[in-house]
């Protein structure tokens, strides 16, 4: 992307949510960055996307010729998942693998011991949609018998009578061979070009016909969802749709909407993602280089590991109940969020979570909220957030949160007060987060207690410090406007494209020249891919990766491949690279012992952007921050006279030491006794416990 002018110079990033939809825009030439939010709307997300895009023109006094372009974060192809009907989907697959998805792994989930007790979930094509067409490639991609092409056109008539709007087509190892699954889409365009169709050697051209399946039909199913909704928010941005419009993706890089029409399951994750990249731009600023993030919003938590600056990624995961296989940032979602509802089982013990108040009705407190209490309704009982939320534009009553929490209490055992239950709910959130950390690290053989704890989201900075104590994490991270962390994200990445195929070698006759060949060619669709989207060569980046294993294993580990020359040193460079990734992994390797297959290789394609950045504040070198209040807040079993300061007033070098309370737009940060907290020169806030380090003399208050 070229340097914005003077005239281009605003980029905005929009990131919606179930509840809130997030903007963020900064001027290219003075760093200097605005925030805000807005209602989402969830029947048609494109009306609070423009909404958004006018309120933070207005707030910056910039017009729309001004707007150098635009990049979203986007939940439609979850949420088209989660919550659609998945009723007029039809999958076409090669004669004789008509089960393919009943089949499946044969695996049950962990946590069964004995599959009686598991009941498969239904699958997501029924089998009276799938239809065989006859024609047969081998492994290598050479045709056994050719395409029966009658066989296609009766599936394409007989999808059109039963009113099936989108269908995947999975022919066996049409990775190998794209050649008749392309003339199955060229058949179904005669027959039935209104369907919304996907084909599994663009959308995922891989070896394990299972999962390819399932890839496949989720990028046929929520296509037209992204279509319509592309289209929608083309309609709605009127003078501002010829500005160049990007769409998040899982791998944490951008596209084009032109290039997620054409593949929509790479938005899976869209709106975590730009969280997580958002996070690795503030923890390298902040001087952390090994963070688990924690994005808390209305709903859900989403936790990710970020090691060496940089978050995992995996090329394999699920959205929902569905197994994907694409890159995707490597994100743990837990059903804790600042609406989660508290209740209590049939056996009488108090839960928290998964389900929620969501956007609509909200926590009790919301003007029109439900009539349960949850997170939100302890957090305002315990005096620890604003009566007011988002600078003012949600009044909170909490008077009918104490009513709704003292009746919860009055149906458990013993004599338990308003607060005190209001501290076990947020005991058991804490815990709740704190658990799900523990698996993405000590299960993984990672020492929290090595990491710090970079918090956002709006209901984030409440309760991470808290959940810092109870891991004994290094520190707890604030970033500025922790509320749009995910929006800003979206202006810290880079275009990005991924190309994979499949080709098994084992080590003792691996084909240099082949795999130079197969490289080749990847790179040349990444280029293609990224000068479709007005890329200039010279801003471009190719990387190179291999999913590499051990010969008789059954699964693979996705290494660095070397740049430069294919030969002899590449290969020793790759072998090397995957030893030591399994060592790190799994904890062992076999180097010297067994040789290895490579599987799958893979090309990155990046477009590098213009990033943008977090200006630091002014010094004012001796300066006290005033408190804005004082407001009695709960802790340890008793209120106390708690100050409470508005975040735009802090100071970089400030202290402010526990308890204490930080105000901001979209946000609250909650500091515990016997915790202290700094600002650094950017205005990040940094929380520690007073133990970790001597006192500070001089400290404000």
Same mark, same amino acid.
């Given at each position: ?57 207005? %707030? ?42 009943? $089949?499946?792994? %044969? ?300 009746? &919860? ?90 190309? $994979? ?28 891919? &990224? ?21 008789? %294993? ?148």
């Amino acid at each position: 992307m070229a340097q914005a002018s003077q005239q281009t110079r605003f980029r905005i990033g929009i990131d919606t949510g179930g509840t809130f939809t997030d903007i963020v825009s900064v001027d290219t030439a003075s760093g200097a960055m605005r925030v805000t939010k807005v209602a989402s709307t969830p029947a048609n997300p494109a009306i609070g996307l423009l909404r958004g895009v006018r309120a933070i023109l207005d %707030q910056i006094g910039g017009a729309p010729d001004e707007v150098a372009g635009l990049v979203h974060g986007t939940t439609v192809a979850t949420n088209a998942l989660l919550q659609g009907q998945i009723d007029s989907l039809g999958l076409i697959v090669t004669k004789g693998f008509r089960h393919i998805l009943e $089949i499946a792994r %044969q695996s049950v989930p962990e946590g069964y011991g004995n599959s009686y007790f598991w009941v498969k979930p239904d699958r997501l094509v029924p089998l009276q949609f799938v239809r065989e067409v006859g024609g047969r490639l081998n492994f290598r991609g050479e045709e056994l018998c050719p395409l029966d092409e009658a066989s296609v056109r009766a599936a394409a008539k007989a999808f059109r009578s039963l009113g099936v709007r989108a269908v995947g087509v999975c022919l066996i190892h049409s990775y190998a061979n794209a050649k008749q699954e392309r003339r199955v889409a060229e058949i179904m365009a005669e027959e039935y070009p209104e369907c919304a169709l996907s084909l599994s050697c663009t959308v995922l051209p891989e070896y394990r016909e299972y999962e390819r399946a399932v890839t496949t039909l989720v990028d046929a199913f929520v296509k037209p969802h992204m279509e319509r909704y592309l289209k929608r928010v083309s309609d709605e941005l009127g003078d501002l749709k010829d500005k160049p419009f990007l769409v998040m993706q899982s791998s944490g890089g951008v596209a084009s909407a032109g290039e997620v029409v054409r593949k929509p399951i790479t938005t899976a994750l869209s709106g975590p993602a730009a969280g997580a990249l958002g996070s690795a731009v503030i923890a390298e600023m902040a001087g952390f280089p090994n963070v688990v993030t924690l994005d808390a919003g209305g709903t859900s938590t989403d936790l990710c590991l970020i090691e060496g600056g940089k978050p995992n990624v995996t090329n394999g995961g699920s959205v929902g109940s569905f197994p994907v296989r694409i890159p995707m940032i490597d994100i743990e979602t837990i059903g804790t969020g600042g609406g989660s509802i508290a209740w209590i089982t049939r056996e009488g013990h108090l839960k928290v979570g998964p389900k929620s108040a969501g956007a609509e009705p909200g926590p009790m407190c919301y003007p029109n909220g439900g009539s349960e209490p949850t997170i939100t309704d302890a957090n305002l009982v315990l005096g620890r957030i604003p009566a007011a939320l988002i600078g003012g534009g949600i009044a909170l009553d909490a008077a009918r949160s104490r009513t709704g929490i003292a009746a &919860l209490a009055a149906r458990l055992p013993g004599s338990m007060s308003v607060e005190q239950l209001a501290h076990g709910i947020i005991e058991i959130a804490n815990w709740n987060q704190a658990n799900a950390i523990r698996q993405m690290t000590i299960q993984r053989g990672i020492d929290p207690r090595a990491f710090a704890l970079l918090s956002f989201g709006g209901a984030g900075p409440a309760q991470s410090p808290a959940v810092m104590d109870l891991l004994g994490m290094e520190a707890c991270i604030v970033p500025p406007n922790p509320g749009n962390l995910s929006a800003f994200g979206l202006l810290a990445v880079d275009w990005r494209t991924d190309h $994979i195929v499949t080709k098994v070698m084992h080590q003792d006759s691996i084909d240099l020249s082949s795999v130079a060949s197969i490289y080749a060619g990847l790179e040349q669709e990444a280029v293609a891919t &990224l000068t479709r989207d007005g890329i200039e060569r010279s801003r471009m980046r190719l990387v190179r990766e291999a999913d590499v294993r051990y010969a008789g %294993q059954s699964m693979e580990v996705r290494v660095a491949a070397p740049g430069g020359a294919v030969d002899a040193a590449f290969l020793s460079g790759l072998i090397d690279a995957f030893h030591a990734a399994h060592r790190r992994t799994f904890g062992y390797n076999y180097a010297g012992e067994q040789k290895v297959e490579l599987v799958n290789f893979c090309v990155s394609g990046f477009g590098l952007i213009e990033r943008a950045e977090i200006p630091k504040l002014a010094s004012r070198e001796g300066a006290t921050p005033a408190r804005k209040m004082v407001r009695s807040t709960y802790f340890d079993g008793h209120y106390r006279d708690t100050p409470v300061y508005d975040r735009a007033a802090l100071v970089p070098g400030c202290r402010l030491d526990g308890p204490t309370i930080v105000e901001e737009f979209g946000s609250t940060t909650v500091v515990f006794p016997g915790q202290y907290l700094e600002v650094d020169p950017h205005g990040v806030l940094i929380i520690r416990a007073v133990r970790r380090v001597p006192a500070v003399a001089g400290a404000a208050r």
